[in-house]
C-alpha cells in the first residue's frame, strides 16, 4: 500500500504504541491471532474463521462481518484452498481465485484493508495476505428523508444493522472505533450495537450505558424509542434526552466529541447520548460551512426562533388582556381594531388557531408526501382565510400563529419540537391565567426544570453549567488533540 495515500498510518501507530505491539507482523500464527485480537478488542464486528487443510496445516481468514460477502469468500478463497491444498509443491495462496492478493508487511496495511472491506489470510510461517472481497448486498443506502441538508453526504442508514455499522467503519478507519453487541428482548432477540471510540469517550459514560442496557427487561425490542425510555435519567420530563439521527455523519462527528452510539436492529435511526440541550440544535450542515462565522449565525436564528415558538403567542395574550398599556398607542389601536368584532378574548383564539395548525401538521405527516405538502400549504391558506373573514380570529393572531409555526420548524430535532408544542400550550394557558407575572413564572419553571436534568449524569444545559460557552454557539474540536498527547 501506498504510504501517500494511506492517511491513517501515523494515527495506527500511535494507537498500537499504547498496545506495545511493534509496526511489523509476526509470522507465527499464534501470536499474529493474539496481536490481532488484542488491536480489535471490544469490536464486536470483527470476526475470523479458521480452516484445516491436510498435512495439519491451518489457516486463519479474518475480517468484519458487515463490509464482505461472505458467500464471496467461502467461494473465492476458502474452496479452491480446501480443492488444491494436496499440491505440496506450490504455494496455497496461488489457487486463491482472486487476482487481488497482496502480502501484508505490517499493521497499518492489515488495520486499513479491514476496515476497507477487504479480507486477511494468514498461513502459519508466512506473511499475511490481502484478499479484496465485495460487501453485501443489502437494499440500497438512501438519502435521509426526515434530516435533510444541503451540504454533506447524502446518504442515510437502513434497516440492517450490519450495514449501519459497516458504514460508521467507513467513515471511521480505526480500530479504537468500539463496537459491544447485546441481544434484547426475550421474544424478539433484537440486536443491539454500542459504539464508542476509545480513548474519546469517558469510560464513566461508557459504563453507565452498559449498565443501563444490561438491565433492559422486556419482551420485544422494535423501535428506538422503547429502549431509549429505559435508559434515559428522567423518564417523565417532556425534553428529549437522547438525540436521534439517521445520518452517519452525525454520529461520526458526535462520536468525535466523546459520544456514545446505539443501533438498534431494524430501526433507521440511532441514538446518540451523553446530549445537552444546544445538540439538539445541531444540524449537519453546521459542520460544513468555511465560515464560522456563517455557522454562529445560522445557530442563534435557531435559538431565536425556539423562543419565539415558545413564547409569542402566550406573550401576545399576556400583552392584549392584561397589560395593553405596554403596547405602543399605534399597535394597540390596530389591535384594538382587529379585534373589535371577535366574540372569543385572545386566549380562546391563540387556542382555536394552535389546535388547527396541530391538526394540519399531523395530517399532513400521516397522508403520503405527494399529498402531505399540499395539504398543508392550502390547508393553512383556507382555514386561516375563512377564519379571519367568519370573524373567529383576527387577522393578526393568524400572523402571530403562522409565524409561530414557520419558527418551530427551524429545529432540527423533530422530538423537540414537539416538546416545544406542548409547552406553547402550558404557557398559553398560564399567561391568559395571571397575564406577565405567570408569563415570567412559566419561563423560569421550564428553565429551573432544565437545569435539574441529567443525561447520563452529565448536565443538560452544559456546556452553560460547567461553562463552556464557546461551544454554545459553535463545536470546537478540543478531544483530538487532548488525546494525542497522551502519547507524547
Known sequence: MDDKTFGQKEEYKKYLSTLNISEEPPLNSKEFFSLINKIFQDCDDFSYREVALSHRRKFKIY???GLIDMAFLQASVIKPLLEHDQNENEE??????NPRTVEMTNWNEIIYTL????????FDGEQPIEVKVPSQEKRNLSEPTTQYQVFGPKIGFIE?????????????????LKTINYEIGSLSHTKVTLMYIEGYAEKQYIDYIKEKIQNVKIDHLITLGQLNKQIIDNPASIFPQVYGTERPDNVAFALEEGKVAIFVDNVTFCSILPISIFDLYLAGDDHSFSSIY?????????????????????????????????????LALTIAESRSQIPFPAAAEAIIMMLALDVLVEASIRLPSFVGQTIGIVGGLVIGTAAVEAGVVSSLMVIIIAFTAIASFTTPTWELVSSLRILRYGLLIIAAAFGL???????????????NIETVS???????????LEQVLMKVQQKKAQFFNTFK
Open 458 to 468: 452529565r448536565p443538560y444545559i452544559s456546556p452553560l453549567s460547567p461553562r463552556k
Open 115 to 122: 476496515f476497507s472491506g477487504g479480507a486477511i489470510c494468514h
Open 437 to 451: 407575572y405567570g408569563f415570567v413564572l412559566g419561563f423560569c419553571l421550564i428553565f429551573i426544570h432544565i437545569c
Open 92 to 97: 496455497l495462496r496461488n489457487f486463491i481465485n
Open 63 to 65: 475480517f468484519v462481518q
Open 294 to 330: 456563517n455557522s454562529i449565525f445560522v445557530r442563534l436564528i435557531r435559538y431565536f426562533c425556539m423562543v419565539i415558538s415558545t413564547a409569542l403567542p402566550a406573550l401576545y395574550v399576556a400583552l392584549v388582556a392584561f397589560h395593553p398599556e405596554l403596547i405602543p398607542e399605534t
Open 160 to 176: 440492517d444493522i450490519h450495514s449501519n455499522i459497516s458504514l460508521m467503519r467507513k467513515f471511521l478507519k480505526d480500530p479504537r
